[in-house]
């Protein structure tokens, strides 16, 4: 068997994953792509305890990983855009294949390294970016290839499923739970990117891209994080029969592409209501199949080196074919991505939960049903909840149909201007997922 030598950047929890992984089960690995993969460098730039290096060449200049003649295929494990993105530019300028975990190098920049990669005639492989150790990306590049895709509704933050799971089973506060989820290792470098959405909305840009033949449009996502969201919205929602996800929303409308990242209220009977904790699972609806979920670990260092280790046998098993019978880096071929209209978010139309804090008091109700009549938006469910004890406010909750955004933050803002109304109105879009 031709040998294939791998070069693995970046040695912390996926890397050492990786260097694991390929080891200890290098025989079936091997079996399958049909060639002798061996790690022969790392760069690094301390060891990992974790992994025996002692076979191995061990760059600290990970650069150095990109330049050395007999590396095939380089790995990039380092995350971030600064260095990751010289690594990855420098191995494909130095004609080697890349395969990478980084989900935001590719959502922000992964339009520039396809075209690098292309006019190089190497191959980028990034399966691991999205949802960890979930092949979604393969399924939707390979497996849904028959169909056309209507949307993609995917829970792709683990630390903000665990958050908003504790914040329901347990009654525990965002910030506790948060705390547990850095202990685990499942929160970024920066949990901001966890609980504000961007993290999500960098895995949403790859998903869409890949189910519309769009290219990567980051920038032009509607993001909203999980910061919001209380607890007595956690337990309101439940009692109203719905669960609240932070969900990533791709969706084909006749405007062009909805491309949104926010909490979400989604029915409890919904397979997506019920992924609970750090678990990732993505619905896809497509005209063929039908809806199809792909469920599982949506980080850690074995799931994820499951992903990354598909796509070095996925890889090696091509790299010897004409450039342009590889699969396309993004599911069709570059030269018929379509530069879509992404939608306004102030265009999007969604059903949403409602929650105001009220004097109880004669005509209150009644004000704020004229402003949503007065707009055009219907009243699904309403509830008042008993005062609690010592105040003199209660919540009211109100469902609304389907509305358009703009109309709907006009309502708020009138609502919000109302004597009997105090603070602001949290808004938590609705999605039946039907
Ligand atoms: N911080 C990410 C998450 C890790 O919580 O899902 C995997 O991308």
Same mark, same amino acid.
Request: with cysteine.
């Given at each position: 068997m031709k040998p294939v030598n791998i070069g693995i950047c970046g040695l912390g929890t996926v890397g050492s994953g990786v260097f694991n992984v390929m080891q200890r089960n290098r025989a079936e690995i091997n079996a399958r792509a049909g060639h002798d993969i061996r790690v022969t460098h790392v760069g690094a730039r301390r060891d990992n305890p974790a992994c025996d290096l002692s076979q191995v060449i061990v760059e600290r200049d990970v650069l150095n990983v990109a330049k050395a003649p007999d590396v095939d295929v380089v790995v990039e494990l380092i995350g971030g855009c600064d260095i990751a993105k010289t690594l990855v530019l420098e191995a494909i300028n130095h004609g080697k294949h890349v395969i990478t975990a980084n989900k935001a190098l590719i959502a922000l920049h992964g339009n520039e390294i396809f075209q690098a990669a292309s006019e190089k005639n190497v191959g980028v492989y990034y399966e691991a970016a999205v949802a960890g150790g979930i092949p979604v990306i393969k399924a939707i590049r390979e497996g849904l290839a028959a169909n056309s895709i209507q949307w993609v509704a995917g829970i792709i933050n683990g630390t903000g499923n665990y958050i908003l799971s504790e914040m329901r089973d347990h009654g525990r506060s965002f910030e506790d739970a948060l705390a547990d989820a850095q202990a685990l290792g499942y929160?970024?470098?920066?949990?901001?990117?966890?609980?504000?959405?961007?993290?999500?909305?960098?895995?949403?840009?790859?998903?869409?891209?890949?189910?519309?033949?769009?290219?990567?449009?980051?920038?032009?996502?509607?993001?909203?994080?999980?910061?919001?969201?209380?607890?007595?919205?956690?337990?309101?929602?439940?009692?109203?029969?719905?669960?609240?996800?932070?969900?990533?929303?791709?969706?084909?409308?006749?405007?062009?592409?909805?491309?949104?990242?926010?909490?979400?209220?989604?029915? $409890?009977?919904?397979?997506?209501?019920?992924?609970?904790?750090?678990?990732?699972?993505?619905?896809?609806?497509? $005209?063929?199949?039908?809806?199809?979920?792909?469920?599982?670990?949506?980080?850690?260092?074995?799931?994820?080196?499951?992903?990354?280790?598909?796509?070095?046998?996925?890889?090696?098993r091509v790299m010897d074919v004409e450039p342009h019978l590889r699969v396309p880096s993004l599911a069709f071929h570059p030269g018929l991505l379509k530069e879509d209209q992404i939608v306004e978010q102030s265009d999007i139309e969604t059903a949403?939960?409602?929650?105001?804090?009220?004097?109880?008091?004669?005509?209150?109700?009644?004000?704020?049903?004229?402003?949503?009549?007065?707009?055009?938006?219907?009243?699904?469910?309403?509830?008042?909840?008993?005062?609690?004890?010592?105040?003199?406010t209660v919540s009211l909750i109100i469902l609304t149909n389907k509305v358009k955004e703009s109309s709907l933050q006009a309502a708020i803002s009138e609502i919000e201007e109302l004597r009997a109304v105090e603070g602001k109105v949290t808004q938590i879009r609705m999605e039946s997922l039907n």
């Open positions: 929160a970024e470098a920066d949990p901001s990117f966890d609980v504000d959405g961007i993290d999500a909305c960098h895995k949403l840009a790859i998903l869409a891209s890949l189910a519309f033949a769009i290219p990567l449009q980051f920038d032009k996502a509607f993001i909203e994080g999980i910061r919001h969201v209380e607890t007595q919205d956690v337990e309101n929602a439940e009692e109203l029969g719905y669960r609240i996800k932070h969900l990533g929303i791709a969706k084909r409308v006749d405007s062009g592409v909805e491309l949104r990242v926010h909490p979400t209220l989604v029915p $409890d009977k919904r397979l997506l209501a019920n992924v609970d904790g750090v678990m990732n699972a993505v619905l896809i609806q497509a $005209d063929a199949v039908g809806p199809t979920l792909y469920y599982g670990p949506g980080a850690g260092s074995e799931p994820t080196a499951s992903s990354v280790i598909a796509d070095i046998v996925d890889l090696v949403n939960y409602l929650r105001l804090q009220v004097i109880d008091e004669l005509g209150v109700m009644s004000a704020i049903t004229q402003i949503l009549s007065g707009k055009g938006i219907n009243i699904q469910a309403m509830m008042q909840k008993e005062p609690k004890e010592g105040e003199s």
